[in-house]
């Protein structure tokens, strides 16, 4: 369980959210998160969500880019 452990602490560094955003964000008790890949097993949805997240604040910046250079902007 220490590598799914290290997997989901992983997921959440490279989706740049900390686990209470993530509580705050899905309205559940951050404690809830924090036992996850210790004491039980994390929800089968949460790897996929952590990575579509980081997919989606990825995207952001991309085209948050694409407008500075649209516009005439340089990076």
């Known amino acids: 369980m ?3 452990k290290e997997r989901l ?6 989706a740049g959210i900390s686990k ?3 509580a705050q ?3 559940i008790n951050v404690q809830t998160v924090y036992v996850w890949e210790s ?3 994390a ?3 949460i790897w996929s969500w ?3 997240y980081a997919k989606a604040r990825m995207f952001d910046k991309v085209m948050a880019l694409g407008k500075i250079l ?3 902007g340089s990076i």
């Open 50 to 52: 952590l990575e579509n």
């Open 39 to 41: 004491t039980q097993a």
């Open 20 to 22: 209470k955003e993530f």
């Open 43 to 45: 929800p089968y949805w």
């Open 70 to 72: 649209e516009e005439g």
């Open 9 to 14: 602490n992983h997921l959440f560094e490279a």
């Open 25 to 27: 964000l899905l309205n």
């Open 2 to 4: 220490a590598m799914q």
